[in-house]
């Protein structure tokens, strides 16, 4: 499902949340690991992700961060199970 962030997204700065997000993808990365032995995913995945970041507008070019969940972007494509919170990717 696409979700088109709106127009004049802000940027998610609560900390609570960001330490909410930060924590469910690391569950989710070291479970991956466990279970599958995967955590990175490939060169191809990468970029296709950041490449798609790069045409949401919820996505700051500057900081190369996500507005939605305030992830930054360089790290986040990376993790194999890694979601986009407008689930283009």
């Given amino acids: 499902m696409n979700v088109e962030p709106a127009q004049e997204t802000k940027m998610e700065n609560n900390p609570?949340?960001?330490l909410f997000n930060l924590t469910g993808t690391t569950a989710a990365v070291i479970k991956?690991?466990?279970?599958d032995g995967v955590v990175v995913a490939d060169d191809k995945v990468i970029e296709?992700?950041?490449?798609l970041c790069y045409t949401c507008s919820a996505f700051e070019k500057e900081q190369v961060r996500c507005k939605l969940c305030?992830?930054?972007m360089k790290t986040k494509?990376?993790?194999e199970v890694s979601k986009c919170p407008a689930g283009k990717w």
Avoid: D
């Avoid at 991956?32 to 279970?35: C, E, F, G, T, Y």
């Avoid at 296709?48 to 490449?51: E, G, L």
């Fill in 16 to 18: 609570v949340r960001l």
């Fill in 77 to 79: 494509v990376r993790f």
């Fill in 48 to 51: 296709q992700r950041i490449n």
């Fill in 32 to 35: 991956k690991a466990i279970v």
């Fill in 70 to 72: 305030g992830c930054f």
